[in-house]
């Protein structure tokens, strides 16, 4: 990064930060790490009616837009963990299956790099053993 990018982003944050500080106090201290907590996964119907054909007749269903959803946060790499493990969980509801969204993170090595990859896959890992944990 240059030197200008670097004090631009750190403007950008500073700022982001006084407006939540502004809209509420509360949030300042907020983890992002607990934000797929606040969030239960949403029923296949839901997730039809929100990400699938209700509203895009001719387009993808949820579950292929979940898991391009899902490559996409892998690329990014460790800065979309929650986004990730909540997108895996409601992945999982709308149909797919622990090898699709497993491939889907693989494949994302060649774009994401493999570091990004093996972290997606531990973050995949610990969302499949916490939904086994919770059917036993």
Not at 54 to 72: H, P, Q, S, W
Not at 74 to 97: C, D, F, N, S
């Amino acid at each position: 990064m240059t030197e200008d990018f670097t004090k631009l982003f750190k403007s950008m944050m500073e700022q982001g930060q006084e407006m939540v500080r502004s809209f509420n106090p509360a949030l300042e201290s907020m983890s992002v790490k607990g934000f797929e907590k606040l969030f239960p996964t949403m029923t296949k119907d839901m997730m039809e009616l929100w990400f699938g054909k209700t509203f895009n007749r001719e387009g993808l269903d949820a579950k292929t837009r979940l898991l391009v959803t899902i490559a996409a946060l892998t690329v990014l790499g460790a800065h979309a963990e929650p986004q990730l493990k909540l997108t895996i969980r409601h992945a999982l509801e709308a149909g797919a299956t622990k090898r699709e969204i497993a491939e889907v993170i693989w494949q994302m090595s060649m774009f994401g790099g493999v570091p990004a990859m093996q972290k997606a896959l531990e973050q995949a890992q610990a969302v499949f053993a916490e939904i086994e944990e919770k059917n036993a």
